[in-house]
């Protein structure tokens, strides 16, 4: 798979921000080019929510966070990455110009893509040397969560720069859906656009207030656009007969006089005060900053509940999602370097998320139990039994946990955990996996597993193959030789 290595960004504000994190998430060196003086402010601001959002939004294994360089020219920052995404204000004439300048500057094989909104990407590539490799790359925000990209090629554009950054995109978790003919717009900013519309006009005749017309979209249709769309919705909505149905019964409405679509309302200073005082009341005191922050909760729950729809299989966005990181762990499942065995395995590195902490600060108790796991997954995978060995059949199963509670781990702490084979056979694992503060080396937590090798399609234990056992005793031989961890053995309520 295709991957980009260096990225560039010019422009670094909500969208360019949001491209940013996405990169830098996605383990991607960013280098980037913006004058505004407060750029480093904003960006970094931006990041901390895509920090957060992500530690909520998956457990799977991130790549390093790429490193972020902001640079004096644009020719520092594009002369050596392999994609470039212009994000500067929508003016014809300022985009022509900067992308001129990244076109002169970037290596012959970079890719070019611009967010703009609107903007037909043959007005833009118009008077560059390399116009084949220019498209528009119309993201939505946040860019950081929302995984969708319009791909939308001029006159001069090839195919080959269509497919390739199409390609691309998988590996940071963005979909491109590649927009067949060129339009002012594109396909989503149309529909928003039309809806934006009459919008402005329920508001402007006093028909309902801002937060109304908010509650109307988001305690009733959103929802459903926020899994299905719009046509599949109406699918349903015809019945048992569909589509067919559903046009011929509803049809006939789209003569009537009902919207104002046709109309330009006038958003002069009294409509523009109205909707200021309205949006000021229903923000309610919250910052922008305050706003974001719920806006990604909420996505990242969305977008959780759909990676489970489907029978598991994931549905949407959520499938996006769950085959993104299925790639991480893939990415990050199988460490090439040999495990000293010697002492417990150091196996997950992580903080303490603002996902994971209750209202006082301190890790909640599901989250001890989430990172155990993951220690275990940890082991596993060292091991062999890989997402590709659990699809196959098998895999090892927690039958038994026993988690002691010695300390508290809370908000922004950095901690890890290690794992113990404390014994192991042809079926079983008995492991013990120990959770420390980093800083300070105080034990946090410990866990006690119990672990069987079992064929999924049948449902019991089974013998694991030669390939892992050897592994397994290899690391097991090893742990023989240490003392038996303290806490080992013990059952509930024993007192020390």
Known sequence: MTRINRAACVGGGVIGGGWIARFLLAGIDVKVFDPHPESQRIVGEVLANAEKAYAMLTGAPLPPRGKLAFTTTIEAAVADADWIQESVPERLDLKRGVLNQIDAAARPDALIGSSTSGLLPTELQRDMRHPERLFVAHPYNPVYLLPLVEIVGGEKTS?????????RLVPIGMKGVHIAKEIEAFVGDRLLEALWREALWLIHDDICTVETLDDVIRYSFGLRWAQMGLFQTYRIAGGEAGMRHFLAQFGPCLAWPWTKLTDVVDLDDALVEKIGQQSDEQADGRSIRELERIRDENLVGILQTLKGSDGGKGWGAGKLLKDFEATLWADGGNPETPRDTSQPLRLIETKVSPAWVDYNGHMTEHRYLQVFGDTSDALLRLIGVDLAYVEAGHSYYTVETHIRHLGEAKLGQAIHSTCQILSADEKRLQLFHALYDTETGETIATAEQMLLHVD?????????????????????????????????????GQKR
């Open 456 to 492: 999924s399609k049948q449902g019991k234990a089974v013998t694991a193959p030669a390939e892992v056992l050897v592994k397994v005793n290899a690391i097991a031989a090893g742990h023989a030789k240490l003392a038996i961890p303290e806490g080992a053995g013990r059952h509930v």
């Open 159 to 167: 195919a080959a720069t269509i497919k390739a950054a199409m390609d």
